[in-house]
């Protein structure tokens, strides 16, 4: 039970035993109250706290660099990939222990947290820029919440509201366009599979044969390629961006005729998409040659081949221009277009939940409630009433 002591005016003291640990008696004392009920109020949330489990300890007390890097080093890095490891480092060592590393990590509160942020917002970051430094600062304090190190989570923050620009896609008429326009080339394979799966770049430049089964028609995701921006190497891993990027999906049978045709041309490598050379591919090179593939069909340049009296245009046409990854909300929208289950749609691209997949795709969302009218009219056709039974 805690004790209480007046020791002047406006200092009170507060004794709060807390039992044994390892045969050694634990307990908080502290003063500075102005009340008697304020040290009262401090008791009962220390004791409500231990009995959540929650213990101040020496570990607690350490200074939050210490602790982010030990976080970081024995166990961020095994659960994430080589790239993301470089932004979670570059987050912390320019931003996060700058600011908040001579803190201790019990000390740290939400209006510490909150003036870090709007630091961040008023010397120029980016909102989405300072969403990602916050997100690692939360990942690393739910870790320290999660082992009783602290009691609450100070990242509970008013933040600069992101507005997420729409996604870029294509649609069927321009799928049908491009397919045709580079059918003889190295860019046809890659991008065909894209189209059907949806698949993040470096997983289906990681994809190999091993992971389609012809008989149930289904692909299992369960590599990547990635391109080392330290080491400046192509890294083949099996470390996804989430757990949830471990995935299987089926197949429709036009792509998996295609990949029969093609898997008896292959060459002695397991690997199903191949760069020009026939090795593993590098998705930069895949993503750039797809992006100057596309810029041979912009409106600036068919106006040039316009005023060559000798070009033939019937094979060229504007066609937006779109990332690699844009192909891969191809995919979705055009499932989601045609009906397909959002939770399908989500567990095909390997979101981490369903309102990851709502939030991207929101306003293809929108989009479809235009159509809910006409959907209606078809499921119930109008038959207009007998004369003899109005």
């Given at each position: 039970m805690a004790s209480y002591k007046q020791l002047s005016k406006y200092n009170w003291k507060v004794?709060?035993?807390?039992?044994?640990?390892?045969?050694?008696?634990?307990?908080?004392?502290?003063?500075?109250?102005?009340?008697?009920?304020d040290a009262e109020?401090?008791?009962?949330?220390?004791?409500?706290?231990?009995?959540?489990?929650?213990?101040?300890?020496?570990?607690?007390?350490?200074?939050?660099?210490?602790?982010?890097?030990?976080?970081f080093n024995e166990y961020k890095v095994n659960t994430i990939s080589?790239?993301?490891?470089?932004?979670?480092?570059?987050?912390?060592?320019?931003?996060?222990?700058?600011?908040?590393?001579?803190?201790?990590?019990?000390?740290i509160t939400n209006m510490i947290v909150q003036d870090f942020y709007n630091r961040l917002i008023n010397e120029g970051s980016k909102a989405s820029s300072a969403k990602k430094i916050m997100e690692t600062l939360n990942n690393c304090l739910k870790y320290a919440q999660k082992n009783k190190l602290i009691y609450n989570l100070p990242t509970d923050i008013e933040r600069v509201k992101?507005?997420?620009?729409?996604?870029?896609?294509?649609?069927?008429?321009?799928?049908?366009?491009?397919?045709?326009?580079?059918?003889?080339?190295?860019?046809?394979?890659?991008?065909?599979?894209?189209?059907?799966?949806g698949l993040r770049i470096g997983e289906l430049c990681g994809l190999r044969w091993c992971n389609i089964n012809f008989k149930t028609k289904y692909l299992t995701v369960t590599h990547q390629v990635i391109y080392d921006r330290n080491t400046k190497e192509l890294i083949f891993?099996?470390?996804?961006?989430?757990?949830?990027?471990?995935?299987?999906?089926?197949?429709?049978?036009?792509?998996?005729?295609?990949?029969?045709?093609?898997?008896?041309?292959?060459?002695?490598?397991?690997?199903?998409?191949?760069?020009?050379?026939?090795?593993?591919?590098?998705?930069?090179?895949?993503?750039?040659?797809?992006?100057?593939?596309?810029?041979?069909?912009?409106?600036?340049?068919?106006?040039?081949?316009?005023?060559?009296s000798n070009k033939d245009l019937e094979n060229y046409r504007q066609l937006k221009q779109i990332t690699f990854h844009a192909l891969r909300h191809t995919h979705a929208t055009l499932l989601i277009f045609n009906g397909e289950n959002i939770k399908v749609v989500s567990e095909r691209l390997g979101h981490k939940n369903i309102s990851e997949t709502l939030d991207t795709y929101t306003h293809v969302m929108d989009d479809m409630r235009d159509n809910t009218a006409a959907l209606l009219d078809n499921i119930f056709k109008y038959k207009p009433l007998d004369d003899n039974k109005k």
């Open positions: 004794d709060i035993p807390l039992g044994y640990e390892n045969g050694k008696r634990k307990r908080i004392i502290k003063q500075g109250f102005k009340t008697k009920k109020k401090f008791a009962t949330e220390t004791l409500a706290q231990k009995n959540r489990g929650y213990v101040a300890s020496t570990e607690s007390n350490v200074l939050f660099k210490d602790f982010i890097n030990k976080w080589t790239n993301t490891i470089t932004n979670y480092r570059s987050r912390i060592d320019t931003h996060i222990i700058p600011q908040l590393g001579h803190y201790r990590l019990n000390k992101i507005e997420k620009p729409k996604v870029e896609f294509w649609s069927k008429d321009e799928i049908d366009f491009f397919l045709n326009a580079i059918k003889d080339t190295y860019l046809y394979t890659p991008i065909l599979i894209e189209l059907f799966t891993t099996d470390k996804l961006k989430t757990p949830t990027s471990y995935r299987k999906m089926s197949l429709p049978e036009i792509l998996i005729d295609y990949l029969k045709d093609i898997k008896g041309d292959a060459l002695k490598t397991d690997f199903v998409v191949l760069s020009r050379e026939g090795s593993m591919c590098n998705p930069r090179n895949l993503s750039m040659n797809f992006t100057g593939e596309i810029s041979k069909y912009k409106d600036s340049i068919i106006d040039k081949l316009k005023l060559d």
